[in-house]
């Protein structure tokens, strides 16, 4: 049996606003309540979808600092931000990350920290990041293989990823989500391996369309290999799958459970089914732009504002009119897409 994708309905928008909320609210009653927090531009990996093998990078001065970071999420949070994801380039690059973490799960109304990372690092400082407060992880991997992992992250490091990942379950992460980019021509012998990995392994798998936030001229709609597509390999290499019964329709992956009971995989279709008016996410990136939208092509520099002295009321308004500002969604799949300046690892993923 082949799981079919279910249509997002054009009238299932969310959570809708009323006219008295307090709440972050764009002009399509999107709430906004989950802040991605980028804490540097660099990696120790170079993904051949994400950055260039050589790079100039951020200039150490204008990267915010934790005391800077902390300022602003907690402007965010008196605005109805409960949601922090930590992410880069490789947040676990970032010298002292779990006192960030620390800092961060001080701040009154932030209910959750989460992290995404390549996992190299993960190793030396799960320990250190569960202590810190952080409770959910995402693993970025996209094969099985060490070869195949060589030759998309342009670096060795498999086995300290496995490592990682095996680390992070045993101080306590659960469930340790794994998220796996996928490309046609390119990763689908990587699919059915990765996901019965997951299988034996007690981790939830998502797999991730690929976007064009890479490189100018690299991404064509033809290298996409679509959630379908993944999901036929998954039903034919594993077994058959049927949409999760408790599948949140507002969340950006579709779940689906293998009928066998052992295992549920994700997909994020950002292409061939884009999450836009689902969407509940700010970021700020790693040198202080605050950006409505993965795909924004203008900012908002938080940083000037943080270090000109102005007050947190002025950061509040400059944070309600960026999103008030908000597109209506990213237009990938449109003639009139626009792809934003900076690429993933300088936006954060
Ligand atoms: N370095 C960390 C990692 O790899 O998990 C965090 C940053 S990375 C930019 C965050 C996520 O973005 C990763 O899961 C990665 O696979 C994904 N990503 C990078 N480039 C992408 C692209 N062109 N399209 C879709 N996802 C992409
Ligand atoms: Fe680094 Fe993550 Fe980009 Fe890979 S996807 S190059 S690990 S920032």
Same mark, same amino acid.
């Given at each position: 049996?082949n799981a079919? $994708?279910p249509i997002l309905n ?5 959570d ?5 909320d307090?709440? $972050?609210?764009d002009?399509? &009653?999107r /709430?906004h309540?989950n802040?991605r ?7 120790n990996?170079?993904c051949?979808?994400?950055?260039p093998e ?7 001065s204008?990267l ?6 902390v300022?602003f999420?907690r /402007?965010?949070?008196?605005l109805?931000?409960d949601?922090?994801?930590l992410?880069g380039g490789e947040p676990?690059v970032?010298r002292?990350l779990p006192k960030?973490?620390?800092m961060l799960?001080? !701040?009154?109304?932030?209910k959750?920290?989460?992290?995404t990372?390549?996992?190299v690092?993960?190793?030396? $400082?799960a320990a250190d990041?569960w ?8 693993v970025?991997?996209d094969t099985?293989?060490p ?7 342009r ?17 306590g992460?659960?469930?340790?989500k ?5 490309i046609k021509?390119?990763?689908e ?6 996901a019965?990995?997951a299988?034996a ?12 936030l890479d490189e100018?001229g690299?991404?064509r709609?033809s ?5 379908a597509?993944i ?5 034919k290499g594993i &077994?058959p799958l049927?949409?999760?019964? #408790?599948?949140?329709?507002r969340?950006?992956?579709l779940e689906?459970d293998?009928?066998d009971?052992r295992?549920r995989?994700g997909m ?9 008016m689902?969407?509940?996410r !700010?970021?700020?990136?790693? #040198?202080?732009k605050?950006r409505?939208? $993965?795909?924004?092509?203008e900012?908002?520099?938080?940083k000037a ?7 947190d ?5 400059a944070?309600?009119e960026s999103v008030?500002g908000?597109?209506? &969604?990213?237009?990938?799949n449109?003639?009139r897409?626009v792809?934003?300046?900076?690429l ?6």
């Amino acid at each position: 049996m082949n799981a079919s $994708l279910p249509i997002l309905n054009d009238f299932d928008l969310g959570d809708r606003s009323t006219a008295a909320d307090d709440r $972050l609210i764009d002009s399509f &009653g999107r /709430v906004h309540n989950n802040l991605r927090i980028s804490v540097t531009d660099r990696c120790n990996v170079r993904c051949v979808y994400c950055m260039p093998e050589s790079v100039t990078f951020m200039q150490r001065s204008d990267l915010l600092s934790f005391e800077e970071i902390v300022r602003f999420a907690r /402007v965010a949070a008196g605005l109805g931000i409960d949601k922090i994801r930590l992410t880069g380039g490789e947040p676990l690059v970032r010298r002292d990350l779990p006192k960030l973490v620390a800092m961060l799960a001080e !701040i009154p109304g932030i209910k959750d920290i989460g992290l995404t990372t390549n996992g190299v690092l993960l190793a030396d $400082l799960a320990a250190d990041l569960w202590n810190a407060g952080l409770r959910r992880i995402n693993v970025s991997l996209d094969t099985m293989n060490p070869v195949k992992f060589a030759e998309i992250t342009r670096r060795p490091g498999f086995e300290r990823v496995i490592e990682g990942i095996l680390k992070a379950r045993e101080v306590g992460f659960d469930p340790v989500k794994i998220n796996a980019l996928a490309i046609k021509n390119f990763t689908e012998e990587e699919v059915v391996p990765l996901a019965e990995f997951a299988r034996a392994n007690g981790l939830e798998i998502r797999f991730i369309e690929y976007m064009p936030l890479d490189e100018v001229g690299r991404w064509r709609r033809s290298m996409v290999l679509f959630a379908a597509d993944i999901l036929e390999l998954l039903s034919k290499g594993i &077994g058959p799958l049927a949409p999760a019964t #408790d599948d949140d329709p507002r969340a950006p992956a579709l779940e689906y459970d293998y009928l066998d009971g052992r295992g549920r995989v994700g997909m994020i279709a950002s292409v061939s089914r884009p999450f836009c008016m689902s969407c509940n996410r !700010i970021r700020l990136t790693a #040198d202080g732009k605050l950006r409505n939208c $993965l795909f924004a092509v203008e900012e908002t520099d938080v940083k000037a504002l943080l270090r000109g002295g102005e007050t947190d009321e002025t950061i509040a308004r400059a944070v309600r009119e960026s999103v008030a500002g908000k597109h209506e &969604g990213h237009e990938i799949n449109s003639a009139r897409f626009v792809k934003p300046e900076r690429l993933m690892h300088s936006i954060g993923g």
